[in-house]
């Protein structure tokens, strides 16, 4: 039979017909369908179909074994018990196809065993918007559903219904949405079994399994927020493969897998038969839910994988993971990371399982955890009745990278103030090769520090700058004083990601006398402003950082004298003396952790010698490479620094030996250049280079 854009009551078609039907309505009248197929076939588009039961019957007749068949598009199908009612055997396809169910009680599709594929459109019924119930003959191999972009909505009850003592298929795919009234998604009830997988879908509310049920579950590349709940008599499996997302309560199912980069987020405290692992993780609670702690109870435990976890150090509350049975494999513990120091970190027991020979754990990335001032490994113990617990190990404290971080901004202003100071000393030289003249200058340095674990803390700076200056000839004295400026950035590693920017801006008047005979004199205050910034990467993977901005002064005063040799050689002995003193500073990390930094004081003495040669080369162009060594001591010794109440002392008191290099070149009696290098080495500070260079205008 065909059907074009007709408008008529209902329509039966029995064994072996054919019916098409392209647009038109089709209404049921005193309790009929508006299309009803008994071992029949049908092929449906852009229609209307109502009926005062059900909107469309799909079934066979009583005794058979072949149910009907029908490919539905582009239609709307509403009934007041049903949108579709099958009968086992039968096989449906909907495209882009709307069924409802008006009354309170109704369901949009209500399945006897029968195979339904829906691609689009959706499904709503006044109570559930899919139930699916076996054939009452046992005809077919289920009531299977498979729902591809489908919005299945159940207005008073759940989503999807499975009861009556069957078993279901249930394919959630590509953006497939279950809403429900009562927050059921998915309702196994009455001895059934349900198997359902979502894939590249979202789901949010619970999934009931009750009365001597059975659901498997499948989540691959599927995502949930909600609970899956089984009572007493049933069961329930849950995997999530292929980066699946599961966030909610699992409580009393008896296995759960999670593999392939899976995640299990606990919204609660847990017991579950047996948890299998190959890639996945086990994440106790939301990382944003720092307040509340979970304990998960697993029966038997297997695979690999990796745990989240985390615990209030201050109060000794923590996640907790305690296997009754067996245990087997190698597992990652993924403690979140702390600002606060841990009260009593040896009672922050993370894992016990039930045998010693047990599965093997260990901390995640740098196998510690950062708590505080402090870092933590992972130990375990042996305990009463054959048992055996993992915990933090308080034996294994170093200090962590957030206060390494804290103790290498308040260590470096001072290599900060004296790398700037380096640009003005070399403006010695140029002035002694002018013979005195005033001038403009300029010059850009940089220069790495490698500092030792003199106080707890070793780190890498790597400093570049720029100053500019400008002096002139008091009358006609031998005194000239002038004024420098100019900025660096300092860059600190300390290892495991974790860095640290100073940023400097400074301004120094200076004076100098140059003597007749060769002595002179130099001196300067130098004023800085700096700003202090660090990031930390913590041991869980995340960040913590801070800032503040401090000031710091101090000043510098050389004596020497050029002593004239033979063939323009000279040899230049001198010593230098400085002191700087920083301010001290309180700050906070944005994970807590505090710091207090006292003032910090450098007093530093230099003694040691250039050697060199003045070199003419014609029309008043003078070049003067040099060798420069020197003894330089550091004095002060005593820098206090507090992370969370934690005292160090930052010292960097001792001596090291220091070399240059360098030439300056006067090309004419207005323009000169100047380029040098530098080493140093002592017992808490290397500098394995400094460089600079420059160029000076005479006026």
Do not use: C
């Amino acid at each position: 039979m065909n059907a074009n854009d007709a408008n008529t009551y209902e329509v039966l078609i029995t064994t072996g017909s054919q019916l098409n039907v392209v647009g038109g309505t089709y209404a049921g009248r005193s309790g009929n369908a508006g299309i009803t197929l008994v071992n029949a076939s049908a092929d449906v588009s852009d229609a209307t179909v109502t009926g005062t039961r059900m909107g469309m019957s799909i079934a066979r007749a009583t005794g058979t074994t072949t149910g009907s068949t029908a490919v539905i598009s582009g239609s709307r199908i509403t009934g007041q018990t049903s949108g579709i009612e099958t009968g086992g055997g039968a096989d449906i396809q909907l495209t882009d196809t709307h069924l409802t169910g008006t009354g309170a009680n109704s369901f949009g599709l209500n399945s006897f065993g029968a195979e339904v594929r829906a691609k689009g459109g959706s499904i709503t019924g006044g109570m559930n918007g899919i139930r699916l119930r076996p054939d009452g003959e046992g005809v077919g191999s289920g009531a299977n559903v498979t729902l591809d972009n489908v919005e299945v909505r159940g207005v008073a009850g759940a989503a999807i219904l499975a009861n009556g003592g069957g078993t279901a298929q249930i394919n959630v795919l590509n953006f497939t949405r279950l809403l429900a009234g009562n927050g059921v998604l998915l309702d196994v009830q009455a001895a059934s079994t349900a198997t359902m997988t979502v894939a590249d879908s979202t789901l949010e509310g619970n999934i009931n399994v009750t009365g001597n049920s059975l659901a498997n579950l499948t989540f691959n590349h599927g995502h949930m927020v909600g609970d899956v709940i089984v009572d007493g008599t049933s069961t329930a499996d849950v995997t999530l493969e292929n980066h699946s997302q599961f966030t909610g309560r699992l409580d009393q199912v008896d296995s759960v897998n999670v593999s392939t980069d899976s995640n299990w987020t606990l919204t609660g405290n847990d017991s579950i038969g047996a948890l299998g692992m190959n890639g996945g993780t086990v994440s106790f609670g939301a990382p944003d839910a720092s307040a509340t702690y979970y304990q998960l109870n697993v029966g038997t435990l297997s695979g690999n994988g990796t745990f989240a976890m985390k615990g209030d150090f201050a109060s000794g509350e923590h996640d907790f993971l305690n296997v009754a049975g067996a245990s087997s494999g190698d597992f990652a513990l993924a403690v979140a990371a702390s600002g606060l120091d841990a009260a009593s970190p040896q009672q922050l027991t993370l894992v016990r399982t039930g045998t010693t020979d047990a599965a093997n754990f260990a901390l995640a990335g740098e196998q510690r955890v950062d708590v505080g001032t402090w870092s933590y490994g992972l130990a375990s113990r042996e305990i009463e009745g054959g048992a055996k617990e993992w915990f933090l190990d308080p034996t294994t404290e170093v200090i962590s990278p957030g206060a390494r971080s804290v103790l290498a901004l308040f260590n470096t202003a001072p290599t900060v103030w004296y790398g700037e100071l380096a640009s003005l000393r070399d403006r010695m030289g140029d002035l002694r090769l002018n013979g005195g003249k005033g001038g403009a200058w300029s010059r850009a340095y940089g220069s790495k520090y490698n500092v030792a674990d003199g106080s707890g803390v070793g780190y890498q700076q790597t400093q570049q700058g720029f100053s500019l200056g400008a002096d002139a000839r008091v009358a006609e004295s031998d005194v000239l004083i002038g004024i420098l400026a100019g900025t660096s950035e300092s860059d600190l590693n300390l290892d495991r990601g974790t860095s640290g920017t100073v940023k400097s801006y400074y301004v120094a008047p200076y004076v100098t006398w140059l003597g007749d005979d060769g002595y002179y004199a130099h001196g300067t205050f130098k004023w800085n402003r700096f700003r202090n910034e660090s990031k930390v990467n913590l041991s869980d993977g995340t960040r913590a950082k801070g800032d503040y901005d401090n000031w710091g002064l101090g000043g510098s005063a050389e004596f020497g004298r050029q002593i004239k040799l033979a063939d323009g050689y000279f040899i230049e002995p001198f010593t230098q003396w400085s002191a700087v003193q920083i301010q001290g500073k309180r700050y906070t990390l944005d994970n807590d952790m505090q710091a207090d930094g006292d003032r910090m004081r450098s007093l530093l003495g230099k003694a040691g010698a250039t050697v060199g040669r003045n070199i003419g080369f014609g029309h008043g162009a003078i070049a003067q490479p040099y060798l420069r060594a020197a003894i330089v001591h550091e004095f002060a010794s005593n820098n206090e620094v507090k992370v969370n109440d934690n005292v160090f002392n930052n010292d960097l008191s001792g001596s090291r030996a220091e070399f240059g290099a360098g030439v300056a070149v006067a090309m004419s009696e207005k323009w000169q250049v100047h380029a040098g290098v530098a080493y140093s080495k002592g017992e808490h500070i290397e500098q394995p280079y400094g460089v600079n260079v420059g160029v000076t205008v005479r006026w």
